[in-house]
C-alpha cells in the first residue's frame, strides 16, 4: 500500500523561509515523478512543482526563483523547500507521486502572516 506523509510547514513571517517533507512508503520513490499542489479555502488545487525522475524540475510562475523541489531517494523522500514567502503563499500544500495512479498525501498547512 502506498502511503505519502508530509511534514513541515507552520507559521512562517513574510520573506522567510520552510522545507517541507513527503516520505513515501511501499513504493520505490525514484522512478516516479512526485510533487506538490497547495490549496488556499474557496480556492482550486493549485500546482506548484514537479520533479521528474530524471532530475528535471517544473514550477508554476509564482512560485518560480522561490521555491526549490528536491528528492533523496535513499530515503525515499521529495522536499519542497519554499523561500521569501509571502502572504498569497499560505495554504494547505499536499505531495502527490505519479505510479502512474496519481497517490496524495494528507496535506500540511503552510501559514505566511506576521
Known amino acids: 500500500q502506498v502511503q505519502l506523509v508530509e511534514s513541515g510547514g507552520g507559521l512562517v513571517q513574510p520573506g522567510g523561509s520552510t522545507r517541507l517533507s513527503c516520505a513515501a512508503s511501499?513504493?520505490?520513490?525514484?522512478?516516479?515523478?512526485m510533487g506538490w499542489f497547495r490549496q488556499t479555502p474557496g480556492k482550486q488545487l493549485e500546482w506548484v512543482a514537479t520533479?521528474?525522475?530524471?532530475?528535471?524540475?517544473h514550477f508554476a510562475d509564482s512560485v518560480k526563483g522561490r521555491f526549490t523541489i528536491s528528492r533523496d531517494n535513499a530515503k525515499n523522500t521529495v522536499y519542497l523547500q519554499l523561500n521569501s514567502l509571502k502572504p498569497e503563499d499560505t495554504a494547505v500544500y499536499y505531495c502527490?507521486?505519479?505510479?502512474?495512479?496519481?497517490?496524495w498525501g494528507q496535506g500540511t498547512q503552510v501559514t505566511v502572516s506576521s
Open positions: 511501499g513504493i520505490t520513490l525514484s522512478i516516479h515523478p
Open positions: 520533479d521528474e525522475n530524471g532530475g528535471r524540475t
Open positions: 502527490f507521486l505519479d505510479a502512474p495512479t496519481r497517490y
